[in-house]
């Protein structure tokens, strides 16, 4: 069992000592830093510091996020991901933003998913957005950046 280390993680913008903000970008599965690396450009903030981690292989964890939890430990301890009956430690997140954003018919990430991590990062004390785009492209959208953007004011 190899866990990541930070060989191939990229930093870009500011440097995080003098940064205002801080944004961790993480590819998605077969993926790489370079390839999430070009949100950066549109979020357009000189006072960010960027951080890119490079999974192990190209993938967080072995087994697709639907799978029963054991079965991509110890990579997810506490993840919230699982089947939806999976039994969940409490956590206060106190009113923390979180945005849920995916395709409706998103090939990758059921709608059902979505749904359930909202109402459990609300019971959690999540300050929740979710959006639910048409179609089943499988990217970020417009949308998701503006709502980032709004954050980091």
């Known amino acids: 069992m190899k866990t990541h280390t930070t060989q191939g993680t990229l930093?870009?913008?500011?440097?995080i000592a003098s940064?205002?903000?801080?944004?961790?970008?993480?590819?998605?599965?077969?993926?790489?830093?370079?390839d999430i690396a070009g949100l950066a450009d549109p979020i357009g903030r000189e006072?960010?510091?960027y951080v890119v981690p490079a999974a192990t292989n190209g993938t967080w964890y072995p087994q697709r996020f639907l799978v029963p939890t054991a079965e991509n430990e110890p990579w997810l301890s506490g993840a919230l991901i699982g089947p939806l009956d999976t039994p969940r430690k409490s956590v206060e997140l106190g009113g923390v933003p979180v945005l849920l954003a995916s395709a409706g018919f998103e090939a990758h990430i059921p709608k059902a998913y979505i749904e359930h991590s909202a109402s459990i990062l609300t019971g959690y004390g999540a300050k929740v957005t979710k959006h639910l785009f048409p179609g089943s492209a499988h990217t970020v959208f417009p949308e998701e950046i503006s709502w980032l953007q709004a954050r980091l004011g």
């Open 11 to 15: 930093r870009l913008g500011a440097p």
């Open 19 to 34: 940064a205002r903000f801080a944004v961790i970008l993480l590819h998605g599965r077969g993926s790489s830093p370079e």
């Open 47 to 49: 006072d960010v510091a």
